[in-house]
Nanobody, 122 residues
């Protein structure tokens, strides 16, 4: 009963920026955490960032720390991933996800969006 829809993907040159959006709908009252994941061709899905809905605390994987920023507006059920200084290795399908658990951990997400493609070129 929770749906997530990502948008904002596209193609950029290295060093460029994109902002991904995640619209959450359905029964959202019990959600505790919003996460962003990505999957590059031929690779496993990996966690990128997550944010606590209750207090706004955040976590980033080292590969994106200092370049990506997660934020959101819970009253609008909309969450964002601002991506700056994009690198070729950031190319992937990006997914937003939601969790009923408060831990800033990539292992507890049970609701998933369909993904949006981000392509970074030289």
């Amino acid at each position: 009963q929770v749906q997530l829809v990502e948008s904002g993907g596209g193609s950029v040159h290295s060093g460029g920026s994109l902002r991904l959006s995640c619209a959450v709908s359905g029964f959202t009252s019990d959600l505790k955490t919003i996460g962003w994941f990505r999957q590059a061709p031929g690779k496993e899905r990996e966690g990128v960032s997550c944010i606590s809905i209750s207090d706004g605390s955040t976590h980033y994987v080292n590969r994106v720390k200092g370049r990506f920023t997660v934020s959101g507006d819970n009253s609008k059920n909309t969450w964002y991933l601002q991506m700056d200084s994009l690198k070729l290795e950031d190319t992937a399908v990006y997914f937003c996800a939601a969790s009923d658990y408060a831990e800033l951990d990539f292992n507890f997400f049970g609701y998933w969006g369909q993904g949006t493609q981000v392509t970074v070129s030289s």
